[in-house]
């Protein structure tokens, strides 16, 4: 999945981008409100997590005019504050969860599975196609009985297909869902993971089609 990080302590910034690049997600990192508007604009994110003071203005200002613009994507926020009123403050003006800082790393990521796990549902956790079943948060695809666990990117690579069946996707889209924008990567790479996915689909009524020129779908034979 992929995460929005508006946090300007850089060393704690790259610590979080690593602790959850472990765990399969790609981390955009935003210092200030600026850039995370910046990168909002342009792309699409799963979970947020939001620092309340940034060099650039107020976080909960933020979080309140993500709210109005009727942008449902889950926030956690991290905060220094522990006072009950600060905390009640975010979560009324939408926050889903919030951290007080220092914080364990693995108390984060608990967090942000429970707050996927809110959105998603649980009913929802599995999704189904033919004969595979991808679950996202077990990091497994099921193929007719077979089941394989999955690498970080290649997880991220079925979410964007299981995400709309029968639709082409473009390289340079996938890039933009697998990488985050300080890799450097070619599009390339994305033929690398294709193909490791495919092994995994081999047996099955599903496979992943390249269409020539344009990009590559997951249809069923």
């Given amino acids: ?10 060393k704690l910034a790259a610590a979080i981008v690593e602790r959850l690049g472990l765990d399969g997600h790609v981390v955009d990192h935003a210092p200030d409100l600026e850039t995370a508007a910046d990168c909002l604009a342009g792309t699409g994110y799963e979970l ?20 109005t613009c009727d942008n449902d994507t889950p926030v956690i926020v991290l905060t220094a ?16 969860d919030y951290i007080t800082k220092p914080f364990d790393f693995s108390e984060l990521e608990a967090r942000c599975r429970a707050v996927l796990r809110r ?17 996202p948060l077990a990091g497994t695809v099921a193929v007719a009985g077979s089941v394989f666990e999955l690498r970080n990117r290649e997880l991220r690579l079925l979410e964007v297909f299981f995400s709309a069946p029968d639709m082409i996707f473009s390289k340079s889209h996938l890039v933009d869902r697998l990488f985050s924008y300080d890799e450097e990567v070619s599009e390339n790479a994305i033929e690398v993971y294709v193909g490791r996915v495919r092994k995994k689909l081999q047996g099955g009524r ?3 089609e390249t ?7 997951m249809t069923a034979t």
């Fill in 81 to 96: 504050r522990s006072e009950v009123s600060d905390r009640v403050r975010m979560l009324d003006l939408g926050a889903d």
């Fill in 119 to 135: 959105r998603q549902g649980a009913a929802r956790n599995q999704k189904t196609y033919e004969d595979v079943v991808f679950d």
């Fill in 48 to 67: 947020i997590l939001l620092d309340i003071m940034l060099p650039d203005g107020d976080g909960r200002n933020f979080l309140e005019w993500h709210r």
């Fill in 1 to 10: 999945m992929r995460f929005l990080l508006i946090e300007d302590n850089e």
């Fill in 211 to 217: 269409v020539r020129g344009v990009g590559y779908r």
């Fill in 206 to 208: 599903v496979r992943i």
